[in-house]
């Protein structure tokens, strides 16, 4: 081999060193970003925030910010103090550093004993969270409880209904379940606008009814709480699509539509615990005076501690 030739191969093998090392350090920069957690809403500009609304988790389908939507008084809600959510039973390593950043004072847990014992939540060790549990459907032989996953996993459908089922059971959240509801605008206040995260199984109906009850409580609009409430719909199917495809699979397609039913939003469902409470209290503002046992200034104290103006959510 001559000079020239020598030359040729040697910088020929630097190209493919060279090229191989950018390689490399292109792929290391794309793992860092995909390991890198999406920014929270609140660290977002602006304009990001509302498409960031929902944070992705490995283990959670429903994590929303409920920050940013606009009051009748013309403030705004805090991003980064009020968080709704599915079950915190399936969080990854990743999930659990993640989950510090929120900087949570209080974590409320509607779900029953029995949904607790199937699925306890994985928090972060040495938390210091105040944990709250406000069981809701947690007798035993409840329609919404633990009789009905029984009847489900026997494949027994007779007279199962889920509109039905689910307009009663938000129903008994606006009448029936006050006294927890009242508890946990209490832990709300007590927080004095630290961050908040409550949840129930799919972080849908027990924290729709909760989402929507304190958003009324600090002047959203009506029509505002219920596009909130139905975002549920999509995302609690789209984190057990692989559930439901095994479930037709095995056990055919009358009972997948009926847990697919289930798992799903419905305005009705909420309008439904909205008519409850105007039949029980005669009115929302008769609701949280005498169920929910907010004085005015209480609400002053809530909205004070959980809006602010507008120019201020926009900088």
Same mark, same amino acid.
């Given at each position: 081999?001559?000079?020239?030739?020598?030359?040729?191969?040697?910088?020929?093998?630097?190209?493919?060193?060279?090229?191989?090392?950018?390689?490399?350090?292109?792929?290391?920069?794309?793992?860092?970003?995909?390991?890198?957690?999406?920014?929270?809403?609140?660290?977002?500009?602006?304009?990001?925030?509302?498409?960031?609304?929902?944070?992705?988790?490995?283990?959670?389908?429903?994590?929303?910010?409920?920050?940013?939507?606009?009051?009748?008084?013309?403030?705004?809600?805090?991003?980064?103090?009020?968080?709704?959510?599915?079950?915190?039973?399936?969080?990854?390593?990743?999930?659990?550093?993640?989950?510090?950043?929120?900087?949570?004072?209080?974590?409320?847990?509607?779900?029953?004993?029995?949904?607790?014992?199937?699925?306890?939540?994985?928090?972060?060790?040495?938390?210091?969270?105040?944990?709250?549990?406000?069981?809701?459907?947690?007798?035993?032989?409840?329609?919404?409880?633990?009789?009905?996953?029984?009847?489900?996993?026997?494949?027994?459908?007779?007279?199962?209904?889920?509109?039905?089922?689910?307009?009663?059971?938000?129903?008994?959240?606006?009448?029936?379940?006050?006294?927890?509801?009242?508890?946990?605008?209490?832990?709300?206040?007590?927080?004095?606008?630290?961050?908040?995260?409550?949840?129930?199984?799919?972080?849908?109906?027990?924290?729709?009814?909760?989402?929507?009850?304190?958003?009324?409580?600090?002047?959203?609009?009506?029509?505002?709480?219920?596009? %909130?409430?139905?975002?549920?719909?999509?995302? /609690?199917? *789209? &984190?057990?699509? $692989? !559930?439901? +495809?095994? =479930?037709?699979?095995?056990?055919?397609?009358?009972?997948?539509?009926?847990?697919?039913?289930?798992?799903?939003?419905?305005?009705?469902?909420?309008?439904?615990?909205? %008519?409850?409470?105007?039949?029980?209290?005669? /009115?929302? *503002? &008769?609701?949280? $005076? !005498?169920? +929910?046992? =907010?004085?005015?200034?209480?609400?002053?104290?809530?909205?004070?501690?959980?809006?602010?103006?507008?120019?201020?959510?926009?900088?």
């Amino acid at each position: 081999m001559n000079h020239r030739s020598r030359q040729q191969n040697l910088g020929t093998q630097h190209l493919i060193r060279t090229g191989a090392a950018l390689a490399t350090a292109g792929l290391l920069v794309a793992l860092t970003r995909a390991l890198r957690p999406a920014p929270l809403p609140r660290h977002l500009p602006p304009e990001h925030r509302e498409p960031g609304r929902r944070i992705p988790f490995d283990g959670l389908g429903n994590l929303r910010d409920l920050g940013g939507y606009q009051t009748t008084d013309g403030r705004t809600v805090r991003w980064g103090v009020l968080y709704r959510s599915d079950h915190l039973g399936r969080l990854s390593a990743r999930d659990l550093r993640r989950l510090r950043h929120l900087e949570l004072a209080v974590l409320v847990d509607f779900r029953s004993n029995a949904e607790k014992a199937a699925a306890p939540n994985r928090l972060p060790r040495g938390h210091g969270i105040k944990v709250v549990e406000l069981p809701l459907f947690d007798d035993a032989n409840d329609a919404m409880g633990v009789g009905l996953r029984a009847r489900i996993e026997r494949g027994d459908l007779t007279g199962l209904d889920a509109a039905a089922l689910l307009i009663d059971a938000n129903q008994r959240l606006a009448t029936e379940f006050t006294p927890a509801y009242r508890q946990f605008v209490a832990e709300l206040l007590a927080a004095k606008g630290a961050p908040v995260l409550f949840h129930c199984t799919a972080g849908k109906d027990r924290t729709g009814f909760a989402a929507a009850i304190v958003l009324r409580l600090l002047g959203v609009p009506e029509e505002v709480i219920v596009a %909130d409430y139905l975002r549920s719909k999509a995302y /609690s199917l *789209a &984190a057990r699509r $692989r !559930d439901l +495809l095994l =479930l037709r699979l095995f056990k055919g397609h009358e009972l997948t539509a009926l847990v697919r039913a289930l798992l799903g939003v419905e305005e009705a469902y909420l309008q439904a615990a909205f %008519d409850a409470i105007d039949r029980e209290y005669s /009115s929302f *503002a &008769a609701y949280a $005076r !005498d169920g +929910l046992g =907010l004085s005015e200034a209480d609400i002053r104290r809530l909205r004070d501690q959980l809006l602010e103006e507008s120019s201020r959510a926009q900088s």
